[in-house]
């Protein structure tokens, strides 16, 4: 019998109900009062995680998602922290972390929302500091930090950045320069962190594609029309499809995954 007629010992082992089960582990998604990070906290949640929901200045969709998973039978709690600024960062890592004495995967998706709101006006140069500030130097610095508390754990974890597909690929104008930039940090950083862990603790990025969260909802019929030709799937991603994917880089099925940047984009190439 050949090797692809028998199951390996990791399929023995763990059987398709649960591969995917996250009951008992203890999750922490940054950024996930709205969006791609709400969707994907209510993902974990429904696999069985305990959850840590984080946002800046919605508190009460988060206050309400952590209600509503708490309703699923499992542990959660919101905590509001601005990432832009150091006490409240170090302030957030050492919450999450004691909120369910540890934490098994740390989900780093909060990300400044300039194409929406006053921002999308804001200067090339106003644009690039914030997303510095916000999308950039956070998530390397508590990152790094948690990763060191994971690796002393003997769970080990995860750890899941958020990047970009056309980071790899470029795209044109400003926020094509600005978004591609800082989210090419974040794979790089993603895959030298993931060498540097390993291998207690894996450490991956969802690189989405053209996602209808607040600005695709309203996009006008140009980037419609072209979010959905550039998808081999000939449609808009949705925040599930962010979270299922961030789902599987946290769970046992991704056990020999890490240092991986996942497009999420409908099989768009560019």
Not at 11 to 19: D, G, L, N, P, Y
Not at 153 to 177: H, Y
């Amino acid at each position: 019998m050949s090797n692809l007629d028998s199951p390996s010992q990791g399929f023995a082992a763990c059987s398709s109900q649960t591969i995917f089960d996250l009951t008992g582990k203890r999750c922490a998604v940054i950024g996930s009062t709205s969006g791609i990070g709400h969707a994907t906290a209510w993902a974990l949640a429904r696999a069985g995680a305990d959850v840590v929901v984080h946002g800046r200045s919605k508190i009460a969709e988060g206050e309400a998602l952590a209600r509503a998973i708490a309703g699923l039978g499992r542990r959660s709690r919101f905590i509001a922290a601005d990432l832009a600024d150091p006490e409240g960062r170090s302030r957030l890592l050492d919450d999450a972390w004691n909120a369910f004495n540890g934490l098994d995967a740390w989900l780093h998706f909060a990300g400044a929302d300039l194409l929406t709101g006053p921002e999308a006006h804001w200067s090339f140069e106003a644009k690039l500091e914030r997303l510095w500030r916000v999308d950039v130097e956070p998530a390397i610095l508590l990152c790094r930090a948690v990763g060191r508390r994971m690796f002393e754990d003997p769970a080990g974890g995860a750890i899941v950045t958020m990047g970009w597909d056309q980071a790899e690929t470029g795209m044109e104008g400003d926020s094509g320069q600005a978004f591609g930039a800082t989210k090419g940090a974040i794979h790089a950083f993603t895959k030298a962190l993931a060498v540097e862990l390993a291998p207690k603790v894996r450490v991956n990025a969802v690189a989405p594609g053209w996602i209808k969260t607040a600005w695709g909802r309203h996009a006008s019929d140009a980037w419609q029309r072209r979010a959905i030709a550039e998808a081999p799937l000939a449609r808009w991603g949705t925040p599930e499809d962010v979270a299922h994917a961030a789902l599987f880089l946290v769970s046992p099925a991704s056990s020999f995954w890490t240092g991986q940047i996942m497009r999420v984009n409908g099989g768009a190439v560019r």
